[in-house]
């Protein structure tokens, strides 16, 4: 994988980074309303960074803002999630397709550290859970790149995706899920290297429908108990 030129991080974005991370590890739960003071607090910076973090976060479909109200942690719907997911599973699908044409062997060198990396995590070897991590070492943002094809990198990370790794997490601890997801990994990258277009977006295709019938349960299930009887 070409290596990609380290750029300066401003406070604001080191805010943004940071507070993008305790949402989706749920420090900041969805539905919570949040503010520049609560921001500046936990982080530790003056309200400028804190309130352009915030208009960031809202830009990332992260936070909401309503009238009288404020702005809150998003807290989509079954609905939303649904639409999210269908989506994902179309620009993924289409972009794991392309990444089996256009694969460099530096890239799948790469994807294959990546799987023996998460193996090698002791709460995915027990089951407990199968997060990844955010950015350039995210297997998923990986096969997109290697798809060579930046719209559709902007339609799916420049939307929808730090929303998406919120509820990404959320399924990740259903249990059996963290070996289920390493292989259909294993499954994508075997497709991958063997530069077979149909197969790698069949496996992707499945690997996220899977993720989306684990989503919808670990949502249902809460909700259940959010609501009560």
């Known amino acids: 994988m070409s290596i990609v030129a380290i750029k300066r991080m401003t406070l604001a974005d080191q805010v943004l980074d940071r507070a993008i991370e305790a949402i989706?590890?749920?420090e900041i739960p969805a539905g919570s309303p949040i503010s520049e003071i609560e921001i500046a607090e936990r982080f530790g910076v003056s309200r400028g960074p804190a309130r352009e973090a915030i208009f960031r976060l809202e830009a990332k479909g992260l936070v909401?803002?309503?009238?009288?109200?404020?702005a809150r942690v998003v807290s989509l719907t079954l609905q939303d999630l649904q639409a999210l997911f269908e989506m994902r599973e179309s620009i993924e699908g289409m972009a794991c397709r392309l990444a089996a044409l256009r694969i460099s062997a530096e890239e799948l060198a790469f994807l294959e550290a990546c799987l023996e990396r998460d193996a090698a995590l002791?709460?995915?070897a027990e089951g407990r859970r199968y997060i990844q991590?955010?950015?350039?070492r995210d297997f998923h943002v990986a096969i997109m790149?290697?798809?060579?094809?930046?719209?559709?990198e902007r339609a799916l990370y420049g939307d929808i995706y730090d929303v998406l790794r919120l509820y990404r997490v959320r399924s990740s601890t259903t249990p059996g899920r963290s070996q289920q997801?390493?292989?259909?990994?294993?499954?994508?990258?075997r497709a991958l290297r063997q530069k077979n277009p149909e197969e790698a977006e069949q496996a992707m295709r499945y690997h996220i429908k899977t993720s989306?019938?684990?989503t919808r349960l670990n949502f249902e299930s809460h909700s259940q108990i959010t609501d009560g009887p």
């Open 181 to 189: 997801a390493l292989e259909e990994h294993r499954v994508i990258l």
């Open 145 to 152: 790149r290697a798809s060579q094809n930046p719209r559709l």
């Open 24 to 26: 989706v590890m749920g």
């Open 64 to 70: 909401t803002r309503t009238a009288h109200l404020g």
């Open 212 to 214: 989306w019938a684990n």
């Open 133 to 136: 991590p955010s950015g350039d």
């Open 122 to 124: 002791p709460e995915v």
